[in-house]
């Protein structure tokens, strides 16, 4: 098209001149019809090579230039008998009958023609008509972009059933109570989004809240959201009722707020605000769910009494103490209790010590005590960005495990003051084939870690990697799920998100980290020792570590991404 022809070659390479497709027509409308415009635009679809997104841009853009090459009797109404014409193209009609709208929108909203719009408005409500009538066949959303693109109302469906030849059974209100039915068959078929937007088009307001629930029932809810709010506050009303009904809480606030909405339901608001914070404080982003609640008291103590089930006990000091809040001491201390057999401690796993590094003699002890094991447990945290489109923090922190200590690396310290050395260390451990390194969904760590520090080589490539999660696909629950499947006891992970940048850090966060890393080791020992002895544990077939395990991945920026559902804002 871009050279004005589109030549088409036979089984011999010959170029075949029966089949040969003129684009030149494009340029110039005057005496060209819709029907010779449709099938040369239908050809150069039908014979394009590009995706399909690709070349409906294109072929947008072409009919856009086209309206403006004077198209007879003018752009709108060219438009209009083409949409006329366009049925009997059949698979093609509806692909097509976008591309014709979208790109006569785009031409009206630059260069509108007052006379040219009226009469293809005349046209466009006779084609409505005919559609209705069952003469015309063109998809429901078409058919309502046509009397959207057009502008098509009540007044000029009316006009064209005037000059209908037979006017007998003409009434005033025809035009509405043929809309009507129309509408009632679209909400027959289930096509409630279509029904609710001809609804709001034609100003329509007489159906009451059975359509409403009629729409919930059916699992409809933007449609429903849509008709609610061209029908007014009373029903928006109703639209929340039924969500809270349907116990949809984030839909129920999302229309409280939207539409200012709080003083009606007071309730309803605080219970949904209760959800957020719910749904926040199980995925661990505490600073986010405190920063939700506003000051509220009564929130504010509701995410409390979350820390608390949730043994976060650090965090229930932090908000008492920040908004002075009182009367939970008590049952903090009989909590407490209550987790240290809910959860995994690292005293069960009998490891000696937590060893902070940040100094340049911490690390060269740190890596010849590594150097001299076989298997060791790696992990990485970072600080969570709650900023949309911002870029992640780097890595703060790496742990590596033995089986009976754990060193915390202070990367963001050690990096700043001797570069060169933790590289070199860091390559010494992580690209050693000698050392079996252990890790749960590492890719992502190698990923964030390659990003937070590119100029260091040791994140380029890893030797003798296995990640463990490729070993238990059909666990659940991650890290923590594996370790009850496999240890009997989870892992606490609601510090996953604290802030790893803090300096120190507290007790509890280095035991967090320590015990992710720690665990590793133990899972892979007793899988491992099982497997050699009395066979695999109990639900587990046997499990072939060696065929699992990476003996080189170098360019993690390419490792493989995680689905986009699965997005991590942090560690």
Known sequence: ?????????????????????????????????????????????????????????????????????????????????????????????????????????????????????????????????????????????????????????????????????????????????LVEEYILKLTESQSYMTAASLLEHFSIRQSGQPFLVKMMQNKQSRAAEKWATFMGKSMLCALVREYVDQNMLKQAYKTIKKNNLKQEFPDVYHKCKESLLKNLAEKALWDLAEAKTHGDKQLLEYLVSLAMEAGYLEKVDELCERY???????????????????????????????????????????????????????????????????KPNKVSIMQIASDKMVFIFDLIKLFEDVPEILDNCLTRILQSPRILKLGYNFQCDMRQLAHSYGDLKCFNNYEKLLDIQNVFKEARG??????????????????????????????????????????????????????????????????????HIVSHMDNPNKAKKEPKNKKRIGR
């Open 324 to 390: 002075s809040l009182e009367g939970f001491l008590n049952v903090k201390e009989s909590e407490a209790s209550v987790l240290e057999s809910k959860y995994l401690r690292l005293d069960e796993l009998a490891f000696e010590n937590i060893i902070w590094v940040d100094e340049v003699d911490g690390l060269c002890a740190a890596t010849s005590h590594i150097e001299e094991c076989k298997v060791v447990g790696l992990d990485c945290e970072w600080k969570p960005n709650y900023v949309k489109g911002s």
């Open 1 to 177: 098209m871009e050279e004005g022809v589109v030549e088409l070659h036979d089984d011999n390479g010959k170029i075949d001149q029966k089949l040969t497709i003129s684009a030149h027509t494009f340029s110039d409308l005057t005496y060209t019809s819709p029907l010779v415009f449709l099938y040369l635009l239908k050809e150069c679809y039908a014979h394009g090579t590009c995706k399909a997104t690709n070349k409906f841009r294109i072929l947008q853009q072409k009919v856009y230039n086209a309206l403006e090459n004077s198209p007879q009797p003018g752009p709108a109404t060219f438009a209009v008998w083409c949409l006329y014409v366009l049925p009997i193209f059949g698979l093609y009609c509806e692909g097509l009958s976008h591309l014709i709208i979208s790109a006569l929108r785009r031409f009206l909203n630059r260069a509108p023609t007052s006379e040219d719009t009226s009469k293809a408005k005349v046209i466009a409500a006779q084609l409505f008509l005919d559609i209705v009538g069952g003469l015309v066949d063109h998809d429901e959303r078409i058919v309502l972009k046509i009397l959207e693109v057009f502008d098509v109302k009540l007044t000029d469906i009316d006009e064209a059933l005037c000059h209908l030849k037979v006017q007998d059974d003409y009434k005033s209100d025809r035009a509405k109570t």
């Open 478 to 547: 991650g890290l923590s799920g594996l370790a009850e499947k496999i240890l009997g006891t989870g892992l606490n992970k609601t510090r996953r998100n604290s802030d790893w940048e803090l300096r120190p850090l507290s007790q509890n966060q280095l035991e967090y980290a320590a015990l992710d890393a720690a665990a590793l080791v133990h899972i892979f020992q007793r899988v491992h020792n099982h497997s050699q002895t009395a066979g695999p544990p109990e639900g587990n077939d046997k499990i072939e570590w060696k065929s």
